[in-house]
Protein backbone atom coordinates (compact mmCIF):
# COMPACT_ATOMS: atom_id res chain seq x y z
CA UNK A 1 0.00 0.00 0.00
CA UNK A 2 2.74 2.32 0.90
CA UNK A 3 4.28 1.78 -2.32
CA UNK A 4 1.11 1.94 -4.04
CA UNK A 5 0.70 5.72 -2.31
CA UNK A 6 4.18 7.06 -3.21
CA UNK A 7 3.75 5.71 -6.81
CA UNK A 8 0.74 7.32 -7.05
CA UNK A 9 2.41 10.64 -5.58
CA UNK A 10 4.90 10.39 -7.96
CA UNK A 11 2.76 10.39 -11.06
CA UNK A 12 1.22 13.50 -9.78
CA UNK A 13 4.51 15.53 -9.17
CA UNK A 14 5.34 14.29 -12.21
CA UNK A 15 2.15 15.84 -13.92
CA UNK A 16 2.75 18.56 -12.14
CA UNK A 17 6.10 19.91 -13.14
CA UNK A 18 4.83 19.48 -16.55
CA UNK A 19 1.83 20.88 -16.82
CA UNK A 20 2.69 23.71 -18.97
CA UNK A 21 3.49 21.14 -21.63
CA UNK A 22 0.66 18.93 -21.30
CA UNK A 23 -1.63 22.00 -21.81
CA UNK A 24 0.03 24.54 -24.07
CA UNK A 25 1.17 22.09 -26.60
CA UNK A 26 -1.58 20.45 -27.37
CA UNK A 27 -3.94 23.42 -27.37
CA UNK A 28 -1.58 24.89 -29.89
CA UNK A 29 -1.78 22.30 -31.99
CA UNK A 30 -5.32 22.26 -32.04
CA UNK A 31 -5.83 25.60 -32.91
CA UNK A 32 -3.02 24.92 -35.58
CA UNK A 33 -5.15 22.17 -36.82
CA UNK A 34 -8.42 24.31 -36.61
CA UNK A 35 -7.26 27.08 -38.57
CA UNK A 36 -5.99 24.74 -41.65
CA UNK A 37 -8.47 22.92 -41.80
CA UNK A 38 -10.68 25.78 -41.82
CA UNK A 39 -8.60 27.83 -44.36
CA UNK A 40 -8.85 24.66 -46.31
CA UNK A 41 -12.50 24.64 -46.53
CA UNK A 42 -15.14 22.33 -45.75
CA UNK A 43 -18.19 21.19 -47.77
CA UNK A 44 -21.68 20.79 -47.49
CA UNK A 45 -24.36 18.53 -49.12
CA UNK A 46 -27.92 20.05 -49.24
CA UNK A 47 -30.90 17.68 -50.83
CA UNK A 48 -34.38 18.31 -51.73
CA UNK A 49 -37.14 15.16 -53.08
CA UNK A 50 -39.67 15.58 -55.61
CA UNK A 51 -42.64 13.57 -56.90
CA UNK A 52 -41.00 13.67 -60.54
CA UNK A 53 -38.80 11.98 -62.86
CA UNK A 54 -35.45 12.49 -63.52
CA UNK A 55 -35.60 13.26 -66.96
CA UNK A 56 -38.18 15.87 -66.85
CA UNK A 57 -37.14 17.95 -64.11
CA UNK A 58 -33.34 17.73 -66.44
CA UNK A 59 -35.45 18.98 -69.32
CA UNK A 60 -36.03 22.46 -67.07
CA UNK A 61 -32.34 22.82 -67.71
CA UNK A 62 -32.30 21.63 -71.21
CA UNK A 63 -34.94 24.13 -72.49
CA UNK A 64 -33.78 26.83 -70.35
CA UNK A 65 -33.49 29.11 -74.05
CA UNK A 66 -37.48 28.42 -74.94
CA UNK A 67 -38.84 28.64 -71.57
CA UNK A 68 -39.13 31.27 -68.55
CA UNK A 69 -38.70 28.42 -66.28
CA UNK A 70 -35.78 27.28 -66.29
CA UNK A 71 -33.21 27.55 -63.33
CA UNK A 72 -31.03 30.55 -63.48
CA UNK A 73 -27.35 30.53 -62.37
CA UNK A 74 -27.37 26.83 -61.77
CA UNK A 75 -26.75 24.36 -64.20
CA UNK A 76 -26.63 20.77 -63.82
CA UNK A 77 -23.52 18.67 -63.26
CA UNK A 78 -21.81 16.96 -66.03
CA UNK A 79 -18.73 15.52 -64.44
CA UNK A 80 -16.34 18.52 -65.66
CA UNK A 81 -18.08 21.45 -63.69
CA UNK A 82 -20.09 21.10 -60.29
CA UNK A 83 -23.67 21.38 -60.20
CA UNK A 84 -26.99 19.78 -59.36
CA UNK A 85 -27.15 16.15 -59.72
CA UNK A 86 -30.30 14.90 -59.78
CA UNK A 87 -30.46 10.83 -59.18
CA UNK A 88 -33.73 9.07 -59.51
CA UNK A 89 -35.38 7.66 -56.71
CA UNK A 90 -37.18 3.85 -56.24
CA UNK A 91 -38.66 2.74 -59.57
CA UNK A 92 -38.21 6.35 -60.86
CA UNK A 93 -41.21 7.81 -59.66
CA UNK A 94 -39.29 10.41 -57.49
CA UNK A 95 -36.07 12.08 -57.78
CA UNK A 96 -33.53 13.78 -55.17
CA UNK A 97 -31.65 16.83 -56.35
CA UNK A 98 -28.07 17.39 -54.61
CA UNK A 99 -26.03 20.24 -54.54
CA UNK A 100 -22.47 20.41 -52.89
CA UNK A 101 -20.71 23.45 -51.65
CA UNK A 102 -19.19 25.45 -48.84
CA UNK A 103 -21.78 27.76 -47.68
CA UNK A 104 -24.47 25.93 -46.20
CA UNK A 105 -27.21 28.86 -46.10
CA UNK A 106 -26.33 29.74 -49.92
CA UNK A 107 -27.23 25.70 -50.40
CA UNK A 108 -30.79 25.80 -48.82
CA UNK A 109 -31.92 28.76 -50.47
CA UNK A 110 -30.72 27.40 -54.01
CA UNK A 111 -32.32 24.46 -53.60
CA UNK A 112 -35.37 26.42 -52.44
CA UNK A 113 -35.45 28.73 -55.14
CA UNK A 114 -35.36 25.33 -57.70
CA UNK A 115 -38.05 24.10 -55.38
CA UNK A 116 -40.40 26.81 -56.04
CA UNK A 117 -39.22 26.73 -59.94
CA UNK A 118 -40.55 23.17 -59.85
CA UNK A 119 -43.74 23.45 -58.65
CA UNK A 120 -44.33 27.04 -61.09
CA UNK A 121 -42.96 24.41 -64.03
CA UNK A 122 -45.74 21.35 -62.65
CA UNK A 123 -48.50 24.14 -62.47
CA UNK A 124 -47.54 25.68 -65.45
CA UNK A 125 -48.35 21.59 -67.02
CA UNK A 126 -44.32 22.39 -68.15
CA UNK A 127 -43.89 19.04 -66.26
CA UNK A 128 -46.46 16.17 -64.48
CA UNK A 129 -45.98 14.95 -61.28
CA UNK A 130 -45.16 11.17 -60.96
CA UNK A 131 -48.96 10.47 -59.03
CA UNK A 132 -50.79 12.76 -62.45
CA UNK A 133 -48.65 10.25 -64.85
CA UNK A 134 -49.81 7.06 -62.05
CA UNK A 135 -53.35 8.13 -61.86
CA UNK A 136 -53.62 8.35 -65.44
CA UNK A 137 -52.29 4.75 -66.19
CA UNK A 138 -54.63 3.76 -63.64
CA UNK A 139 -57.86 4.67 -65.65
CA UNK A 140 -56.40 3.31 -68.43
CA UNK A 141 -55.98 0.09 -67.10
CA UNK A 142 -58.93 0.73 -65.31
CA UNK A 143 -60.73 1.21 -68.69
CA UNK A 144 -59.30 -1.92 -70.22
CA UNK A 145 -60.44 -3.87 -66.92
CA UNK A 146 -64.08 -2.74 -68.18
CA UNK A 147 -64.01 -3.50 -71.87
CA UNK A 148 -62.56 -6.91 -70.99
CA UNK A 149 -65.07 -7.54 -68.62
CA UNK A 150 -67.98 -6.44 -71.22
CA UNK A 151 -66.43 -8.39 -74.07
CA UNK A 152 -66.26 -11.46 -71.46
CA UNK A 153 -69.85 -11.11 -70.76
CA UNK A 154 -70.63 -11.32 -74.40
CA UNK A 155 -68.68 -14.21 -75.34
CA UNK A 156 -70.12 -16.01 -72.48
CA UNK A 157 -73.83 -15.12 -73.41
CA UNK A 158 -72.80 -16.41 -76.62
CA UNK A 159 -71.31 -19.56 -75.99
CA UNK A 160 -73.61 -20.54 -73.38
CA UNK A 161 -76.84 -19.40 -74.42
CA UNK A 162 -76.76 -20.05 -78.09
CA UNK A 163 -76.89 -23.66 -79.33
CA UNK A 164 -76.61 -22.68 -83.11
CA UNK A 165 -73.25 -22.09 -82.34
CA UNK A 166 -70.93 -24.52 -84.95
CA UNK A 167 -67.61 -26.42 -83.23
CA UNK A 168 -65.10 -24.45 -85.05
CA UNK A 169 -66.68 -21.19 -84.01
CA UNK A 170 -67.05 -22.78 -80.67
CA UNK A 171 -63.75 -23.57 -80.31
CA UNK A 172 -62.58 -19.83 -81.43
CA UNK A 173 -65.29 -18.42 -79.23
CA UNK A 174 -63.75 -20.43 -76.21
CA UNK A 175 -59.89 -19.23 -77.16
CA UNK A 176 -61.05 -15.76 -77.09
CA UNK A 177 -63.29 -15.86 -73.67
CA UNK A 178 -59.81 -17.71 -72.38
CA UNK A 179 -57.56 -14.74 -73.46
CA UNK A 180 -59.68 -12.40 -72.26
CA UNK A 181 -59.83 -14.16 -68.77
CA UNK A 182 -55.99 -13.90 -68.59
CA UNK A 183 -55.95 -10.51 -69.72
CA UNK A 184 -58.41 -9.17 -67.56
CA UNK A 185 -56.50 -11.37 -64.80
CA UNK A 186 -53.42 -9.43 -65.80
CA UNK A 187 -54.96 -5.88 -65.91
CA UNK A 188 -56.33 -6.34 -62.48
CA UNK A 189 -52.63 -7.62 -61.02
CA UNK A 190 -50.86 -4.51 -62.93
CA UNK A 191 -54.21 -2.23 -61.13
CA UNK A 192 -53.14 -3.22 -57.86
CA UNK A 193 -49.32 -2.82 -58.61
CA UNK A 194 -50.15 0.88 -59.80
CA UNK A 195 -52.20 1.36 -56.45
CA UNK A 196 -48.99 0.35 -54.63
CA UNK A 197 -47.02 2.74 -56.63
CA UNK A 198 -48.79 5.69 -55.97
CA UNK A 199 -49.16 5.37 -52.28
CA UNK A 200 -45.19 4.26 -52.13
CA UNK A 201 -44.76 7.73 -54.08
CA UNK A 202 -47.47 9.90 -52.64
CA UNK A 203 -45.66 13.61 -51.34
CA UNK A 204 -47.03 16.93 -51.74
CA UNK A 205 -45.85 18.84 -55.49
CA UNK A 206 -44.68 21.94 -53.17
CA UNK A 207 -43.26 22.34 -49.68
CA UNK A 208 -40.59 19.47 -50.06
CA UNK A 209 -37.29 20.05 -47.41
CA UNK A 210 -34.63 20.89 -48.03
CA UNK A 211 -31.60 18.73 -46.04
CA UNK A 212 -28.32 20.32 -45.68
CA UNK A 213 -25.45 17.44 -44.68
CA UNK A 214 -21.99 17.86 -43.75
CA UNK A 215 -19.03 16.09 -46.29
CA UNK A 216 -16.42 15.14 -43.82
CA UNK A 217 -15.50 15.65 -40.27
CA UNK A 218 -15.76 19.46 -39.38
CA UNK A 219 -12.42 21.21 -38.45
CA UNK A 220 -13.75 21.64 -34.59
CA UNK A 221 -13.72 17.90 -34.33
CA UNK A 222 -10.56 17.34 -35.65
CA UNK A 223 -9.17 20.14 -33.52
CA UNK A 224 -10.45 18.34 -30.50
CA UNK A 225 -9.21 14.69 -31.71
CA UNK A 226 -5.38 16.13 -32.17
CA UNK A 227 -5.44 18.00 -28.73
CA UNK A 228 -6.72 14.98 -27.30
CA UNK A 229 -3.88 12.80 -28.75
CA UNK A 230 -1.19 15.06 -28.85
CA UNK A 231 -1.96 15.32 -24.86
CA UNK A 232 -1.93 11.88 -24.41
CA UNK A 233 1.04 11.13 -26.55
CA UNK A 234 2.84 13.71 -24.67
CA UNK A 235 1.98 12.70 -21.14
CA UNK A 236 3.52 8.95 -22.31
CA UNK A 237 6.70 11.20 -22.79
CA UNK A 238 6.52 12.65 -19.75
CA UNK A 239 6.08 9.44 -17.76
CA UNK A 240 9.05 7.92 -20.06
CA UNK A 241 11.51 10.78 -19.40
CA UNK A 242 10.54 10.36 -15.72
CA UNK A 243 11.05 6.70 -15.78
CA UNK A 244 14.60 7.33 -17.32
CA UNK A 245 15.90 9.85 -15.08
CA UNK A 246 14.93 7.83 -12.07
CA UNK A 247 16.80 4.78 -13.50
CA UNK A 248 19.71 6.61 -14.20
CA UNK A 249 20.65 6.74 -10.23
CA UNK A 250 19.97 2.90 -9.92
CA UNK A 251 23.32 0.77 -11.43
CA UNK A 252 20.96 -2.07 -11.99
CA UNK A 253 18.64 -0.15 -14.38
CA UNK A 254 21.41 1.50 -16.19
CA UNK A 255 23.23 -1.64 -17.13
CA UNK A 256 19.66 -2.31 -18.57
CA UNK A 257 19.10 0.52 -19.86
CA UNK A 258 22.60 0.33 -21.73
CA UNK A 259 21.38 -3.02 -23.11
CA UNK A 260 18.66 -1.78 -24.21
CA UNK A 261 20.47 1.30 -26.20
CA UNK A 262 23.29 -1.85 -27.33
CA UNK A 263 19.72 -4.01 -28.45
CA UNK A 264 18.69 -1.08 -30.63
CA UNK A 265 21.97 0.00 -32.19
CA UNK A 266 22.97 -3.64 -32.93
CA UNK A 267 25.76 -3.95 -31.06
CA UNK A 268 27.12 -6.56 -28.89
CA UNK A 269 26.21 -6.16 -25.06
CA UNK A 270 29.69 -6.56 -23.48
Request: aromatic share 4%; charged share 20%; hydrophobic share 50%.
Amino acid sequence: MQDDEISLLDLGVTIAENWLLLVLVPLALGVAAFTFLSLGGHHYRASITVPFAADEIAALWEGSEDNQLAVPNVGLADGVSDGVVIVARGDGQASTLSLVGDAPEELRTALDEIGDIITEAANAGVIAPSQARTAERIDEVRASIALRSQVIADLEADLGGNDEVEGSDYALGALALAQMLEGRAADRARLQALNDEMAATEMPIDGAEVSVESLGRSPLLMAILVVLGSGFFLLILVFVRQGLKGASQDPAAREKIERIRNSLLLRRNS
